[in-house]
């Protein structure tokens, strides 16, 4: 049976939507959209880095980055990101969510800026001094997740929470589509005062030395969101659940959340005492009684969140297909260096706004609706059927254009309005206070460890098993068709996994995460 809820948290949990809502989504939402921008604009400069350092004089094609220093440079920061989250996410539930907070955002402003700053006399160097920044802007990154994620859960009211914190999760869309918008304008603005032919009419005058700064700027930018909130962030105060329940030090919670709700609350100090001593509070991470309580509930966040990246992130196997097909991106001979960014930044851009960003709003729509369950469980079934749609009738969609298109958008569309986005909501919200974010961290390093398999091991996979059809560099694989139906398996074991997740919608952050809760023998009254 539930125990009094404390005052402070009651008042939270029903508060009506407020201003402090929608400045604290900001926030959060601002280290994302960094988040996302950083991630994903490496993916808009590689064809660029590889002309500028490794193009041969002579060569029939533009130079492009060898397999191992392209999985360096674009891998590095998730593996960055999969160490910070679980460092972080640790951190978080020791320290508190706003000291180490604000950290990991100064990470990622300085690593970002110095990401545009890599040098080196030889191509090596560069790539060097570039994996190294961009590792450790991902661990800032990484520890974004577990913090942004709780910070809004323990902030939010219980009626519109999972809608707030996917929206948190949704300025990763934006952050993609403006990491689109930087690259096209920087491009073309450089395309335009340093035009040159393209590769085939004469290699040597395709890509000015100007070309340089371009990637530089686009990288460099990502600062900019993550230091316009840096202020913003230093003044937030404590999580009162943190405070309370954590920090046990209910004088400081009522005094925070006065602020914040503008009303006076009482200090509660015997019954945060009283809630403290009880057995439901006084279990660690690596117990029998986190086993028994949490064990399935971590297994299924873990388990869906790598399955799910291991989808998500392997779009890149296909990509170039769709996009080379409907013409966006023409033969990398037949442009030159500057105006083959503009091309595939108005991809991602256009790919962005149809695909990826709709998907991520259908969920903060939907979510408080139908719950977090039902969503997750509809993203992974709709990913595994347009995904064997797309991989069994593959050699089909070769010469069907448009089929192809809307299959490869219909994936991700109920990647994003599914399990990509519930996947970072229901870690925030089932696990006790003391452990939060811990656990979020730990959920969201699977979904990294995922993320680095689906990027990278199907990369090599996915190469033809004709060795003399396969990219440059690479071994022969099994296949792209036989690649995309493993993928469609592994939607399918998400689905199953889901099955592990219980539903938190519409209840308060204690009651799902039994906090509120005790046993039979706990000798803590009960009301």
């Not at 490794?54 to 160490?83: Q, R």
């Not at 009880?278 to 873990?302: D, I, Q, V, Y």
């Not at 958008?409 to 990509?420: D, E, I």
């Amino acid at each position: 049976m539930a125990r009094d809820q404390l005052q402070v948290l009651n008042a939270l949990d029903v508060a009506k939507t407020q201003l402090y809502h929608f400045t604290t989504i900001v926030i959060a939402g601002m280290g994302f959209f960094t988040d996302a921008y950083d991630l994903f604009s490496i993916s808009l400069v590689a064809k660029l880095l590889g002309r500028l350092y490794y193009t041969k004089a002579g060569a029939p094609k533009p130079g492009v980055l060898p397999p191992s220093v392209s999985s360096s440079v674009t891998g590095v920061a998730l593996v960055g990101t999969l160490i910070g989250q679980l460092f972080f996410g640790w951190l978080g539930d020791k320290m508190g969510r706003k000291k180490v907070y604000g950290l990991t955002l100064l990470i990622m402003i300085v690593c970002s800026i110095a990401s545009g700053f890599s040098f080196g006399h030889t191509p090596k160097g560069v790539m060097a001094s570039l994996c190294f920044f961009r590792f450790w802007l991902g661990f800032g990154i990484g520890g974004d997740y577990p913090l942004s994620a709780t910070i809004m859960a323990e902030y939010a009211n219980k009626k519109t929470r999972g809608a707030f914190i996917a929206a948190v999760f949704a300025m990763q869309g934006m952050g993609i589509l403006f990491s689109g918008i930087i690259s096209l304008i920087v491009s073309s603005a450089f395309d335009r005062k340093f035009h040159r032919p393209t590769y085939e009419q004469n290699p040597a005058l395709s890509t000015p030395p100007e070309a340089d700064y371009v990637w530089r700027i686009v990288l460099m930018f990502g600062a900019l969101p993550a230091a316009l909130t840096f202020y913003w962030r230093m003044k937030m105060p404590e999580t009162a659940r943190y405070t309370a329940l954590v920090a046990k030090n209910a004088k400081q919670a009522a005094a925070d959340m006065g602020k914040v709700l503008n009303v006076d609350f009482e200090a509660e100090e015997e019954k945060v005492e009283k809630i403290s001593r009880g057995k439901a509070n006084n279990f660690g991470l690596f117990s029998k009684e986190f086993l028994r309580r949490h064990g399935l509930h971590l297994f299924g966040t873990t388990s869906t969140w790598f399955l799910l990246d291991i989808a998500f992130y392997s779009q890149n196997l296909f990509q170039k297909d769709v996009l080379s097909a409907i013409g966006w991106i023409p033969p990398a001979k037949t442009m030159s260096g500057l105006h083959e960014v503009f091309r595939i930044a108005k991809a991602q851009t256009l790919i962005a706004l149809c695909s990826t960003v709709p998907g991520y709003w259908f969920t903060v729509a939907f979510i408080d609706i139908v719950g977090r369950f039902a969503i997750q469980l509809m993203g992974f079934f709709f990913m595994t059927v347009f995904m064997f749609a797309v991989a069994i009738p593959y050699d089909h969609w070769k010469t069907h254009h448009l089929g192809f298109v809307m299959m490869y958008a219909l994936t991700f569309f109920f990647a994003n309005f599914g399990p990509n986005a519930t996947t970072f909501v229901v870690p925030a919200e089932i696990f006790p206070a003391r452990l939060r974010s811990t656990c979020h961290g730990i959920s969201a390093a699977a979904g990294k460890a995922g993320a680095i398999i689906g990027a990278y091991g199907f990369l090599y996979a996915a190469q033809n098993q004709d060795k003399a059809k396969t990219d440059a560099g690479y071994p022969p694989g099994i296949g792209i068709k036989n690649a995309l139906i493993i993928l469609g398996c592994i939607n399918a074991l998400g689905m199953i996994c889901t099955f592990a997740v219980p539903e938190s919608n519409g209840k308060s952050l204690e009651e799902a995460s039994q906090e509120t809760f005790g046993d039979d023998d706990d000798d803590t009254e009960r009301v």
